[in-house]
């Protein structure tokens, strides 16, 4: 089928709920991807900052071959190796004592929102409220748009799920005046992704960690976006050291297959017992094989080395074009990067498209770049070529 082909079966049999781009992928190798019409394109989008080491990946896909051969799924109520490896690799990694394993990040937060009203349960006093961010985004589901700090992803779904507080992204002082005698945790994105890519100021996650000791709270990080080697470490929270009680993750997980997790430390933990919460799906036997894979690339290739220089390479690439043309600033840190223009910036993804470069806009006015770990120097200048011409004509 070509593209055009794809394209109308697509409208005519699928809900929309996607503004689609008039492009039908068909094949991927490392950063490029290619249409049903043999176009070739740099994916700097990542498929939704999904495919943290590229598309099609050989040890990705040597894991889930072998996989196949062996075992699809096992249900949790028996025990899967690759899950229990998975988990293993997780903990150890990480901040964490336990993992509970899902299909999606909306799941994954679904996971740490239960989790922390169970806890408040037990320790009495009736705390179930959550504080998150103005600007964030959790998910799609009803409690996870409750959750986000985007009253546009709630409307038509009124009336809400409650529980849920909102206070200014970066602003310590904002959260602690929302702070009630039934708030049980805050819950934040390390940087926000779906927001515009906005890094908090210096300290601001030290602070929320002190705030949370202070009255007794769980932290919680939603890493759906900047976990797994996104922002040049492992975890986001590793690049300010700090230690949060749970995190969401998933998207670069399984670099294109679906999967999530959501860690947690004991005790918050050990809120969680048998019926308590559970995934038909979560933990199968081939998601586990992929992402256990993910995470043995990323160390065995020093891929977060790499992150971190050709996220420097392309910031500084979009720092050199800010006050040009309609680049009003950039930002970001590792291989999540934004280009703030001084105008929507659909138009100029568009342009992009057409010269054979995939990003996308986020924010509104926020162009978000976001390649595979895999990226190299050669790609990160051609798509810099690219962005010159769109947004300095």
Same mark, same amino acid.
Request: with cysteine; aromatic share 6%; charged share 25%.
């Given at each position: 089928?070509n ?5 109308e079966l ?12 008039p ?7 490392g ?8 176009r ?16 099609c990946?050989?040890a990705?896909v ?8 062996e075992i699809?799924h ?5 025990y ?14 990480s901040?964490?004592d336990?993992?509970?394993l899902?299909?999606s ?8 929102i ?5 806890h ?14 103005l600007?964030?985004?959790?998910g ?6 409750a ?9 038509g779904?009124?009336?809400t ?7 200014e992204f970066?602003?310590?002082d ?18 926000l ?25 769980l932290?919680i ?5 900047t ?5 040049g ?7 300010e050291?700090v230690?949060?009680d749970?995190?969401?993750?998933a998207k670069?997980?399984g ?9 947690a ?8 017992t048998? $019926? ?5 799906? %979560? #933990? =199968?036997? &081939?998601?586990s +094989?992929?992402? @256990?894979? *993910?995470?043995?690339?990323?160390e ?14 392309l910031?500084?690439?979009?720092q ?14 590792g291989l999540?990067?934004?280009a703030a ?14 010269? $054979?470069?995939i990003?996308?806009t986020? %924010? #509104? =006015?926020v &162009?978000?770049? +976001?390649?595979? @770990?895999? *990226?190299?120097a ?5 798509a ?10």
């Open positions: 089928m593209s055009k082909a794809i394209q697509s409208d005519r049999y699928l809900f929309p709920t996607y503004a689609r781009a492009l039908a992928l068909v094949r991927g190798e950063t490029r991807v290619w249409d049903a019409d043999g070739e394109y740099l994916d700097f989008f990542s498929s939704t900052v999904v495919t943290s080491l590229g598309h990946h050989p990705l040597e894991a889930l071959a072998k996989q196949s051969r699809f096992v249900s949790n109520l028996h899967c190796e690759p899950q229990a490896l998975l988990a293993q690799r997780l903990v150890e990694s901040f964490a336990r993992a509970f899902c299909n990040g909306a799941e994954a937060n679904e996971a740490a239960k989790l922390a009203r169970k408040g349960h037990e320790a009495g006093g009736g705390r179930y409220e959550i504080i998150t961010a600007g964030s985004f959790h799609r589901t009803l409690a996870t748009i959750a986000t700090g985007q009253e546009k992803v709630r409307v779904f009124e009336p799920q409650g529980g849920f507080r909102y206070a970066g602003d310590v904002a959260v602690e005046a929302a702070i009630s005698e039934r708030t049980i945790a805050v819950m934040v994105e390390p940087i992704g779906e927001g515009g890519v906005v890094v908090p100021p210096a300290g601001y996650l030290h602070a929320l960690r002190d705030l949370c000791d202070r009255r007794d709270l932290l990080f939603d890493e759906v976006q976990g797994i080697g996104r922002t470490e492992l975890y986001a929270y590793q690049n050291d230690r949060p749970i995190i969401s993750l670069g997980l670099s294109g297959f679906p999967v999530g997790a959501m860690l430390s004991e005790p918050t933990a050990a809120s969680f048998a $019926g308590s919460h559970g995934s038909t799906f %979560g #933990g =199968n036997a &081939l998601a +094989a992929v992402a @256990l894979a *993910v995470l043995e690339t990323i065995r290739d020093r891929l977060l080395d790499n992150c971190k220089r050709m996220g420097a390479r910031l500084e690439g979009l050199g074009l800010a006050g040009r043309g309609v680049v009003e600033s950039a930002r970001g840190r999540l990067v934004a223009l001084t105008r929507p910036g659909a138009a100029a993804v568009d342009r992009c498209r057409e010269r $054979g470069l990003i996308n986020t %924010g #509104g =006015n &162009l978000r770049l +976001a390649p595979p @770990l895999t *990226v190299s050669d790609e990160v200048d051609r810099l070529e690219i962005l010159a011409e769109v947004l300095v004509p």
